[in-house]
């Protein structure tokens, strides 16, 4: 009896230690990362992203938790692809031309190509990953790109029906959208999407390149009067979500091919989700009395002829450098050409 007694003590004793090892053993299991985004948490595509975390959380059954942070408030997005290489956040989504000229393969997507909307532009965006697979994001673990619908260039107190009409305006842009803007006449001002709508308000630009859906998501539709809707030398701006190797390689292969099969989703639903805003952006626009300009056929082919030699122009430098710049501007202009 005493035997039976001792066993029993020891059993009761034993179960509470093997069920706290079971509990902290699950514990382990659980991965906590950050994701830093510089979009507004009001935003469309900071909406998208959250959940996109909520989807990895779903689908790892709680293996995978993700604390979200929008409006630059873990990294400001100039440093974002910089913060996730160094591990100071995991995951971060940003735009590849906030850092001009450190990807040059993917920086020619935001050339002024002539995008009609923002699904074709991700799914060009994607291709050309897959295809080039540019060292220049190898020292991170790319989920995907999405890109927005045509970027037209927007006036404040005069429209624009020529070119002539740009001379010596000042336009804020960033990246290849400055090309755009050179080559049309105007001067080029590299500010960051955030400092937009002050620059507009106070005259310090006479002018901004953006996306329609930016005039309500950036609410810059209350500080311009005039859009030039020209498609054909339409630019886009890529965007990159990533993630820190090291943290990639910590998740188990099941969980991320369960990843891999989200960010093949989510790039469609970004795409998709950039021409619903679009047509937010457009009507917030119109709302506020604003005035969207179509050019004559003579003067849309003006400017066609005008930038399309940029694109080449740009790919020379790249050739200088070594990398096939003109197998990259072909492959993105034919790829253009067969999802129109």
């Not at 990807?103 to 291709?127: E, H, S, W």
């Not at 989700?273 to 003579?298: M, Q, R, Y």
């Amino acid at each position: 009896m005493q035997v039976k007694k001792l066993i029993g003590f020891f059993t009761l004793a034993i179960i509470p230690l093997l069920m706290m090892g079971s509990a902290s053993s699950a514990h382990a299991k659980t991965m906590k990362l950050t994701y830093a985004n510089f979009f507004p948490p009001f935003h469309g595509q900071s909406q998208l992203a959250e959940s996109w975390c909520k989807e990895v959380d779903k689908r790892t059954h709680g293996a995978i938790k993700i604390d979200y942070y929008p409006g630059s408030t873990l990294a400001k997005a100039p440093q974002t692809y910089d913060a996730v290489e160094q591990g100071m956040a995991d995951i971060g989504m940003t735009v590849l031309a906030y850092s001009r000229g450190r990807f040059p393969v993917l920086g020619a997507l935001d050339l002024p190509m002539g995008y009609p909307n923002g699904v074709t532009a991700t799914k060009v965006a994607n291709a050309v990953l897959e295809k080039f697979d540019p060292k220049e994001f190898h020292d991170t673990k790319v989920m995907y790109l999405h890109a927005h619908g045509p970027g037209y260039i927007f006036t404040i107190k005069e429209p624009v029906h020529t070119m002539e009409d740009l001379k010596g305006k000042k336009i804020r842009s960033t990246g290849m959208s400055t090309i755009l803007v050179k080559a049309l006449g105007a001067s080029p001002v590299a500010q960051s999407m955030r400092d937009a709508y002050q620059s507009l308000q106070k005259g310090v630009v006479d002018g901004c390149a953006h996306p329609m859906e930016a005039n309500k998501g950036w609410k810059l539709g209350e500080v311009v009067d005039y859009c030039v809707a020209e498609n054909s030398v339409a630019y886009t701006t890529a965007m990159i979500v990533t993630m820190n190797k090291n943290k990639w390689a910590a998740i188990s292969p099941e969980n991320q091919k369960i990843i891999l099969d989200i960010n093949k989703e989510w790039a469609i639903k970004h795409g998709k989700a950039w021409d619903d805003i679009d047509e937010e952006g457009k009507a917030f626009f119109l709302e506020k009395g604003n005035e969207i300009i179509t050019l004559s056929p003579e003067e849309s082919a003006r400017w066609k002829k005008t930038v399309r030699p940029k694109l080449f122009e740009y790919a020379d430098k790249l050739n200088k450098k070594g990398i096939n710049g003109t197998e990259v501007v072909n492959f993105i202009i034919e790829t253009l050409e067969k999802n129109q």
